[in-house]
């Protein structure tokens, strides 16, 4: 996969590889098919997600369309 790519999975940090101990549980995944057929498995920790504002309300924004109109 290019770097490119990765480094943006990184900055909502994703990882590659899980660390020493960790539970499984604790991490959500998601998986990548590279240009080559590979598949990449990235791990995130569940605390580390951040919450959207109201852009991924679509009820929300679809009622400031409709009033624009």
């Known amino acids: 996969?290019?770097?490119?790519?990765?480094?943006?999975?990184?900055?909502?940090?994703?990882?590659?590889?899980?660390p020493k101990g960790a539970n499984i549980n604790?991490?959500?995944?998601?998986?990548i098919k590279e240009k080559?057929?590979?598949?990449?498995?990235l791990f995130r920790a569940l605390e580390d997600r951040k919450e959207f504002d109201d852009i991924g309300n679509f009820?929300?924004?679809?009622?400031?369309?409709?009033s624009f109109l």
């Open 1 to 18: 996969m290019p770097a490119k790519k990765i480094s943006s999975l990184e900055k909502i940090g994703y990882i590659q590889l899980l």
């Open 26 to 31: 604790d991490y959500e995944s998601i998986s």
């Open 59 to 66: 009820s929300n924004s679809w009622n400031v369309f409709n």
């Open 36 to 41: 080559n057929g590979k598949t990449l498995t």
